[in-house]
């Protein structure tokens, strides 16, 4: 099946930074979602982007799906933005079930 | 909008015991999923409806998970027997359809002792 690999694994950083976490898969998709899941363990959708760019106040996300890999830019962050982040894809052919990665850990500190 | 709504939030059962979770999705979606998330894990699939027929059920233990969504509209997932390694957060979510933007509940967090 297909693979999802989201790096980096843990990220630490000081208010304000901006960082860039990556998601690569190994197969065609249809779909890509980007979700942040808070220290209550709810799934907040982030970005919905099988291709393109779109952008949310800090946050923006590009899917390059012809290189397969998706990125997700969070500028100026905030302590609030600390928790996991998921990347997930819905390969082609699939009949709706989500494949998510093994998320990336961000930690902002004040 | 209202969300997807779960309930209950938590719950601790011993093993062998049974425990049922409920779900209510986004009105008008006709996608209805259960995802089981495992501490340190990214959700998996346990079940996919579309309306009240299932889809897919390929990663659902079936000897010991059962799930049905009968009006089309709510849906429950129960564990009888339940097991240690049961312990995980049960997350449901929906979508307009199959190929279209999922959105979770806040889970259902299990523990069995």
């Known amino acids: 099946g297909i693979q999802v690999e989201q790096s980096p694994p843990d990220l630490i950083l000081q208010e304000g930074a901006n960082s860039t976490l990556r998601c690569n898969f190994s197969d065609s998709v249809n779909n890509l979602q980007w979700f942040h899941q808070n220290p209550w363990g709810q799934l907040i959708n982030l970005f919905y982007?099988?291709?393109g760019t779109k952008q949310n106040g800090r946050l923006s996300a590009t899917t390059v799906a012809t290189e397969r890999y998706s990125l997700l830019y969070i500028s100026s962050s905030q302590t609030t933005d600390s928790g996991v982040y998921f990347c997930?894809?819905?390969?082609?052919?699939?009949?709706?079930?989500?494949?998510f990665g093994q998320g990336t850990t961000l930690q902002v500190k004040p | 909008e209202a969300g997807v709504a779960q309930s209950p939030r938590y719950k601790i059962i011993e093993k062998r015991q049974s425990v049922a979770f409920w779900c209510n999705p986004i009105s008008g979606h006709a996608t209805l999923y259960w995802y089981q998330q495992i501490l340190g894990q990214g959700p998996k699939l346990l079940i996919q409806?579309?309306?009240?027929?299932?889809?897919?059920d390929s990663q659902l233990p079936k000897d010991r998970f059962s799930a049905e969504r009968l009006k089309g509209v709510d849906s429950t997932l129960k564990i009888q027997p339940a097991k240690l390694e049961d312990s995980a957060v049960y997350l449901c979510?929906?979508?307009?359809?199959?190929?279209?933007?999922?959105?979770f509940g806040p889970g259902t967090r299990l523990t069995v002792l």
């Open positions: 982007i099988p291709s």
């Open positions: 979510a929906s979508s307009l359809g199959q190929n279209n933007e999922q959105f």
């Open positions: 997930a894809v819905l390969p082609t052919g699939n009949t709706g079930k989500l494949i």
């Open positions: 409806f579309q309306n009240n027929g299932v889809v897919d």
